[in-house]
């Protein structure tokens, strides 16, 4: 067996790996923020239907979920048998869809729906559509790209925000804040999802894994449904709370730590799974950290042993005996 060979297909094979979880990370991030600009404008249509070519479907629902149906054989009953399937988000349709047909599904529905004839794709459609002559065109220069990726830049910018006074900056940059911190919540939530797409089939054979277990939380990497977690508010005397969404944990858990959490447990549960450096250097820590302890208990000890030594020198001999 030629072991270099092997070795160059694995490690062509992780890279394609990777390339394809960040394409399809970045591809449901830019889906996010297309469906999050025209939100209102799906709601206001009360949904709207992308592909209705038998026996494929794809639909969207005013709260920016999608229906997916598809078609199957049934070999017990030799009969065709129709499914419907809901998915939550972008991360998930973008397993199973291709992002530019998505795009043109949703160019062409807002086309049918507004009794528009179809795009012209050809430069002899677009000038006849346009009633132009070929004749009557002129060729320009191409554009300077940088010029444009200059302007598509300046165009993302948001535009500052003025104030009259103190009282009205303070106002605005109170909204503000609280503007970036659910874009940030968004964002992080988000995060989480595109984890729980990509470790799927990994969760599916290792189990539950249990990264955090206290007096007043839980967390679990679940098998079939992702992280859930269950906590006790500060202000809910007690009772639990279920995490159940991604929305839901970040507003008690930072996408940073779970991630460290559930690494930590990893390697406490299969220590053979870090690499030597880090192992030894996580030694190192835990060794210098039980030391740093047993130093502050001897300290604590003798101070205590001092503070009575200087008690017993004010009692009479008999007493301190």
């Known amino acids: 067996m030629d072991t270099g060979r092997n070795d160059l297909l694995g490690e062509l094979a992780a890279d394609a790996a990777l390339e394809r979880n960040d394409f399809l990370r970045q591809a449901a991030d830019q889906l996010h923020r297309f469906l999050e600009a025209n939100k209102e404008r799906i709601e206001e249509l009360g949904g709207l239907t992308l592909i209705d070519d038998d026996p494929d479907y794809l639909s969207i629902a005013p709260d920016l979920t999608f229906r997916s149906r598809s078609r199957y054989l049934d070999d017990l009953t030799n009969e065709w048998v129709s499914d419907t399937e809901v998915i939550e988000g972008p991360a998930e349709l973008i397993e199973l869809y291709n992002p530019a047909d998505i795009y043109a599904a949703?160019?062409?529905?807002?086309?049918?729906?507004?009794?528009?004839?179809?795009?012209?794709?050809?430069?002899d459609d677009v000038l006849e559509a346009a009633g132009v002559a070929p004749d009557e065109t002129?060729?320009?220069?191409?554009?300077?790209?940088?010029a444009a990726a200059a302007d598509e830049w300046a165009a993302g910018q948001p535009e500052p925000i003025e104030a009259d006074d103190d009282e009205a900056a303070a106002r605005r940059l109170y909204d503000l804040s609280l503007e970036y911190q659910e874009r940030s919540q968004r964002a992080e939530s988000r995060l989480l999802e595109q984890f729980e797409v990509a470790a799927g089939n990994l969760t599916e054979r290792l189990g539950d894994l249990v990264i955090v277990d206290d007096d007043d939380e839980r967390l679990t990497l679940t098998a079939?449904?992702?992280?859930?977690?269950?906590?006790?508010?500060?202000?809910?005397?007690?009772?639990?709370?279920?995490?159940?969404?991604?929305?839901?944990?970040?507003?008690?858990?930072?996408?940073?730590?779970?991630?460290?959490?559930?690494?930590?447990?990893?390697?406490?549960?299969?220590?053979?799974?870090?690499?030597?450096?880090?192992?030894?250097?996580?030694?190192?820590?835990?060794?210098?950290?039980?030391?740093?302890?047993?130093?502050?208990?001897?300290?604590?000890?003798?101070t205590d042993d001092a503070g009575i030594a200087e008690d017993d020198t004010d009692r009479p001999p008999e007493a301190r005996a």
């Open 106 to 123: 949703f160019a062409e529905a807002a086309r049918e729906a507004a009794g528009l004839g179809a795009e012209p794709t050809a430069a």
């Open 138 to 146: 002129i060729t320009y220069g191409a554009p300077d790209p940088y």
């Open 224 to 302: 079939a449904e992702g992280f859930r977690a269950e906590v006790v508010p500060e202000d809910a005397e007690g009772a639990w709370r279920t995490l159940a969404t991604p929305d839901e944990l970040v507003e008690f858990y930072d996408p940073t730590d779970v991630f460290g959490d559930l690494a930590d447990a990893l390697a406490e549960a299969w220590p053979t799974i870090v690499p030597d450096d880090e192992a030894e250097a996580i030694e190192a820590e835990e060794g210098t950290a039980a030391e740093d302890a047993d130093a502050e208990d001897l300290a604590e000890a003798t």
